[in-house]
């Protein structure tokens, strides 16, 4: 089957921003992309919680879709490809959520210490 419009831009993207600022965390996130989705990344809540524990005050990439299991007790940024509606308003009580075809277009801009991929 292929791939949605959306991914094959989001894949662009990152591999151009990859080629730009030569960052392996780039490359790294458009392969993942490009994998199947059945094998892509679903996170829920109470795993970001864990994580948002262990890496303040970085920045959270799940190269999938955030699932509302759960609760947020720190404040956090998560960037994701989708969210679920009752994570995204979880999310934004606590911290900010960013869609990361947005999150792309600025990544020159990203410090890349500050990013932890999960998944």
Known sequence: MAKKLETVKLIA?????????KKAI??????RMAK???TKKEVNLDEINKLAKQFKGKTLI???K????????EKVTV????????????IEEKGKFVYLIDFAENAEKVK???LVIIG
């Open 62 to 64: 799940v190269p999938g």
């Open 36 to 38: 199947r989705s059945r």
């Open 26 to 31: 780039w490359a790294d996130l458009a392969e």
């Open 79 to 90: 960037v994701a490809v989708n969210a679920s509606s009752e994570a995204k308003a979880k």
């Open 13 to 21: 993207s990152l591999e151009k921003v990859a080629r730009k600022t």
């Open 112 to 114: 890349t210490n500050e």
């Open 66 to 73: 955030v699932l509302a299991r759960g609760i947020l007790e």
